[in-house]
Structure formats: structure tokens, C-alpha cells
Nanobody, 124 residues
């Protein structure tokens, strides 16, 4: 069974950068797609970006040009490089595994079964 653990969150000033990591148990190479989500207080969890096993990436508009998703199959790890952070990027960030068809991502598990996430707080 695939298990994902997020790390790398923290407190950063607006305009700063952070890199999140998602450690994947088992073989990451067998996973069709990996994704990052986030959930701000009082908001629904939302998809940020995903990367397929072929290295194809897709981003939501609100992070395009600022965030970069990548996966390192040798290290069984996915990353999210976040630059030019804004106050509104404050949220708990989660990683997910699933399938991607075109521009759509489908999680393998319901959100309630995901990990604890990692907190990102952007201050002014």
C-alpha cells in the first residue's frame, strides 16, 4: 500500500521561497501521477499541480509561474518548489497519488485517508 509523508513546511515572509517534499513508500515509478493539494482555513482542499510518471506537469493558474512540481523516482520523492510566496498561499499542503487523464487528476484515495500534510505560513 502506498504511503505518502509531507515535509518542508514552515514560516516564510511574503516573496520568499520554500521547497516541500513528499516521501513515497514503495516504488514511485509505478504511480501514474502525483499531486499537491492545499487547504486554507475555512476553505476546501484544492488541487495545485500534478506530475505524471512521464514527467508531464499541470498547474492551476494561481500558482503557474511561481511553483514547480517535480518527482525524483530514484529517491521516491516528489517536490514542490514554491517561489514568490504570497499571504494567500498560507495553507496546509498535502500530497496525493492517483491517475491523470489529460488536464484532470483523480486521487487514488479519498481525502479523509490522506496524510497529515505540512503547514505553510506566509507572513507580511
Amino acid at each position: 500500500q502506498v504511503r505518502l509523508v509531507e515535509s518542508g513546511g514552515g514560516l516564510v515572509q511574503a516573496g520568499g521561497s520554500l521547497r516541500l517534499s513528499c516521501s513515497v513508500s514503495g516504488s514511485i515509478a509505478s504511480i501514474d501521477a502525483l499531486a499537491w493539494y492545499r487547504q486554507a482555513p475555512g476553505e476546501q482542499r484544492e488541487l495545485i499541480a500534478f506530475v505524471t510518471s512521464a514527467g508531464i506537469t499541470s498547474y492551476k493558474g494561481f500558482v503557474k509561474g511561481r511553483f514547480t512540481i517535480s518527482r525524483d523516482n530514484a529517491k521516491n520523492t516528489m517536490y514542490l518548489q514554491m517561489n514568490s510566496l504570497k499571504l494567500e498561499d498560507t495553507a496546509v499542503y498535502y500530497c496525493s497519488h492517483g491517475r491523470a487523464i489529460g488536464d484532470y487528476y483523480y486521487p487514488a484515495r479519498p481525502m479523509k485517508d490522506w496524510g497529515q500534510g505540512t503547514q505553510v505560513t506566509v507572513s507580511s
